[in-house]
């Protein structure tokens, strides 16, 4: 079965630090992309980052630029996100994602999100 | 960083009914679109990409139209599991951002 699981959230102090983790299962993990997506309860979602298989960033919200920090361990099927200088506005539910693609005759890849976690929640106050 | 605008913000409609939702971004993205729909406490799920390619298994009640800046997703024939919230997001440029989101509701 295709799964993904968060865990790592919790509370912390403005300013503190978390690292979220992603474990992926079902399938092989180094053939996509992952993101962080993150939704505050009641409220949209918002992209946070995203890394290519091989660890090149696909990019960072700007509200999250030179704080969070998204890579992965391609050996142990393993996602995180490394977030400091965390705020309140940082509080929200954070979801791993799986970046699947699909290539048109005639050019253009096309990215998209299949695969989702349950989220693991962060709260910053 | 290309934002994302949704129209109408939420929305009321009957079973039955037939709906569009509106999707404006602040620069052209092609046809780098996907549309999500999310029930409460559930995550998303992808409904069409590409503009108007639906994705493997979702009803073709679903559908979706547009390049360049505007998109428009519709909903025939609504079913009581369609009432959520629909997210577009663009995948043309990093960050892939998404749209503020549109609830339909039951009337």
């Known amino acids: 079965e295709v799964q993904l699981v968060e865990s790592g959230g919790g509370m912390v102090r403005p300013g503190g630090s978390l690292r979220l983790s992603c474990a992926a299962s079902?399938?092989?993990?180094?053939?996509?992309?992952m993101a962080w997506v993150r939704q505050v309860p009641g409220r949209g979602l918002e992209w946070v980052a995203g890394i290519h298989w091989n660890g090149g960033s696909t990019g960072d919200a700007d509200s999250v630029k030179g704080r969070f920090t998204i890579s992965r361990d391609n050996v142990k099927n393993l996602l995180y996100l490394q977030m400091n200088g965390l705020r309140v506005e940082d509080t929200a539910l954070y979801y791993c994602?799986?970046?699947?693609?699909?290539?048109?005759?005639?050019?253009?890849?096309?990215?998209?999100?299949?695969?989702w976690g349950k989220g693991t929640t962060v709260a910053v106050s | 960083d290309i934002q994302m605008t949704q129209s109408p913000s939420s929305l009321s409609a009957s079973v039955g009914d037939r709906v569009t939702i509106n999707c404006r971004a602040s620069?052209?993205?092609?046809?780098?679109l996907n549309w999500y729909q999310q029930h409460p406490g559930k995550a998303p799920k992808l409904l069409i990409y590409a503009a108007s390619t639906l994705h493997s298994g979702v009803p073709s009640r679903f559908s979706g139209s547009g390049s360049g800046t505007d998109f428009t997703l519709t909903i025939t024939n609504l079913q009581p599991e369609d009432f959520a919230t629909y997210y577009c997001q663009q995948s043309y440029r990093a960050p892939r951002s998404f749209g503020q989101g549109t609830k339909l509701e039951i009337k």
């Open positions: 079902g399938f092989t993990f180094d053939d996509y992309g």
């Open positions: 620069q052209t993205v092609t046809n780098y």
């Open positions: 994602a799986r970046v699947d693609y699909y290539d048109f005759l005639g050019g253009g890849r096309f990215y998209y999100m299949v695969v």
